[in-house]
T-cell receptor
Framework: DVKVTQSSRYLVKRTGEKVFLECVQD?????MFWYRQDPGLGLRLIYF???????EKGDIPEGYSVSREKKERFSLILESASTNQTSMYLC??????????????FGDGTRLSIL | GQQVMQIPQYQHVQEGEDFTTYCNSS?????IQWYKQRPGGHPVFLIQ?????EVKKQKRLTFQFGEAKKNSSLHITATQTTDVGTYFC??????????????FGAGTRLTVKP
């Protein structure tokens, strides 16, 4: 069974801080994704990566960056946290970018509060 | 870009009643996936539909993909308290071979009164 692990379930940070959210998957998946989930807005894609050192912007990349130095790990970085980035952040992975019918496997999420 | 609209946003039913959530895309989809997120949990993949007009069943859940591959629905017959959660649809556009363009609907949050 695929396991996607996010480093923290809950995180509280201050405005202006640099925040790192970590995600690790154990199934050698090529694709990894970062979403934020807000009430009434569903899951919005921030960034995704289909290979080591590769990244693509999603629908709401502003204020975020990502890093994928190893295949199993995908990090989301809030360069200078702001209160409007308070949200639930979900990491997901899927098998391969060359297969169009693969489900995504999600981590448990990180509920981030920016004070 | 591609948008996937999902209605209703909320649905509250009495246990035993039926429930339906609808998903509509502004563009033709190559496939559609459905996920369920229990309260406090993460989205979990339920099923995928690929063919025009396809219908699939999982016990009390019936999934349909429209003939034009622009809409889909999930119908639950005789809801139970275990059905509580948020149901998301997610669609892939039919461009390119890549699996990186899937977009989620906003979800329908189902609550069930015992």
């Amino acid at each position: 069974d695929v396991k996607v692990t996010q480093s923290s379930r809950y995180l509280v940070k201050r405005t202006g801080e640099k925040v790192f959210l970590e995600c690790v998957q154990d199934m050698d998946h090529e694709n990894m994704f970062w979403y934020r989930q807000d009430p009434g807005l569903g899951l919005r894609l921030i960034y995704f990566s289909y290979d080591v050192k590769m990244k693509e912007k999603g629908d709401i990349p502003e204020g975020y960056s990502v890093s994928r130095e190893k295949k199993e790990r995908f990090s989301l970085i809030l360069e200078s946290a702001s209160t409007n980035q308070t949200s639930m952040y979900l990491c997901a992975s899927s098998l391969s970018r060359f297969l169009s019918n693969q489900p995504q496997h999600f981590g448990d999420g990180t509920r981030l509060s920016i004070l | 870009g591609q948008q996937v609209m999902q209605i209703p946003q909320y649905q509250h039913v009495q246990e035993g009643e039926d429930f339906t959530t609808y998903c509509n895309s502004s563009t033709t989809l190559s496939n559609i996936q459905w996920y369920k997120q229990r309260p406090g949990g993460h989205p979990v993949f339920l099923i995928q539909l690929v063919k025009s007009g396809e219908v699939k069943k999982q016990k009390r859940l019936t999934f349909q993909f429209g003939e034009a591959k622009k809409n889909s629905s999930l119908h639950i017959t005789a809801t139970q308290t275990t059905d509580v959660g948020t149901y998301f649809c997610a669609g892939h556009p039919p461009k390119g071979p890549f699996n990186n363009d899937m977009r989620f609907g906003a979800g329908t949050r189902l609550t069930v009164k015992p």
